[in-house]
């Protein structure tokens, strides 16, 4: 059976996909207008280049055949990640929205809304079960909360006291957690027992953690070095700490400077693609990476989804930085 890509995919639900969005902001109601136009309007800014929107209807689609009852959940995940896109971008310092459509406060309040409420109200709307919904739910708010101590994790560490486990905990909160949200909550709506739930989050989990290695080597190679600039500690980061041979204290200096100087920030990027750095980088992302496709053979399923869910692996577990890596074209967002 030859497979189609995930984009593929994407091309045949996404009208689905934003008419289900539509409706969701429709029910909304008349007497929340404002809120309905914020949400919108934060949406209509923030677009990804990776549409992993379609990451519940392959989960759904492998478990029970049929990708389509999904579509609400695809929703869900584009709210939450538009929502995290910009709440991240307030906690790096860059809180403008909507290119000044709308304002930092009404962008807080509309991610409030779009990322967690609205996700509710969503899989409250479902026509399933009741506990099949309440456990929908309760998938959204457990999310969140792990979200906040993963940004939080990342708010208060310092690169000092960085290693690649401290990155790897707050990354879990971050970027594991949302994952794993979207695709237990597939396998859910599919009818899958709490075991092969389970294997389904720790799938996402693992997925979240791959995203997040090639979000970072994306934002290196882009030349945007928003992480550097932000001073974000990345896994990238911890690996330089402890393998890069010009030394633990020599990073540290850099990593500071480059917030406020171009020059420091072309000396960490080198420092980022000391061969020692990368090799180390590049054996953990292999190991992320094999994980991922392990957990795939153990669960099995409809072979017409699980190789488009194998292909979006290797996409995300790629080693992007070569040695000594020169900034690139620039590329969009990923998310």
């Not at 310092?93 to 309040?109: K, V």
């Amino acid at each position: 059976m030859t497979s189609v890509s995930y984009l593929d995919l994407h091309r045949r639900f996404s009208p689905r996909i934003e008419a289900e969005t539509e409706a969701a902001l429709d029910r909304l109601g008349p007497s929340a207008d404002g809120v309905r136009t914020a949400v919108a309007t934060l949406l209509r800014h923030q677009t990804f280049k990776y549409p992993l929107s379609v990451l519940p209807l392959l989960v759904h689609g492998a478990e029970a055949g049929d990708p389509e009852p999904a579509v609400p959940l695809a929703t869900v995940h584009t709210l939450w990640w538009t929502s995290a896109c910009y709440l991240d971008d307030l906690a790096d310092g860059n809180g403008t929205a909507a290119g000044g459509r709308i304002g930092p406060e009404e962008a807080i309040l509309a991610s409030v809304v779009g990322g967690h409420l609205l996700p509710l109200r969503i899989v409250r709307s479902l026509p399933v079960p009741a506990p099949v919904r309440s456990a929908l739910a309760d998938e959204i708010v457990t999310c969140g909360i792990l979200a906040a101590e993963g940004q939080l994790k990342d708010l208060q560490g310092t690169a000092g006291s960085a290693t690649r486990d401290s990155v790897l905990a707050a990354d879990q909160g971050k970027s594991s957690a949302p994952f794993g949200m979207i695709t237990a909550m597939a396998a859910i709506l599919a009818g899958a027992e709490d075991g092969r739930t389970e294997r389904w989050r720790e799938f996402g989990s693992v997925f979240g953690i791959l995203w997040q290695l090639f979000n970072d080597q994306e934002d290196l190679l882009s030349g945007r070095n928003e992480d550097l600039r932000n001073g974000t500690v990345t896994y990238l980061l911890a690996c330089a700490l402890e393998e890069a041979p010009v030394g633990r204290e020599h990073v540290l200096s850099l990593h500071t400077a480059a917030r406020c100087s171009e020059q420091a920030r072309a000396e960490l990027t080198a420092v980022l693609s000391a061969p020692a750095v990368l090799r180390r980088f590049h054996e953990d992302l292999d190991g992320f990476r094999a994980r991922a496709h392990r957990i795939l053979d153990g669960l099995g399923g409809h072979e017409e989804h699980l190789p488009v869910l194998r292909q979006l692996v290797d996409m995300a577990g790629r080693m992007l930085l070569p040695p000594q890596a020169a900034p690139a074209e620039a590329r969009g967002r990923s998310a």
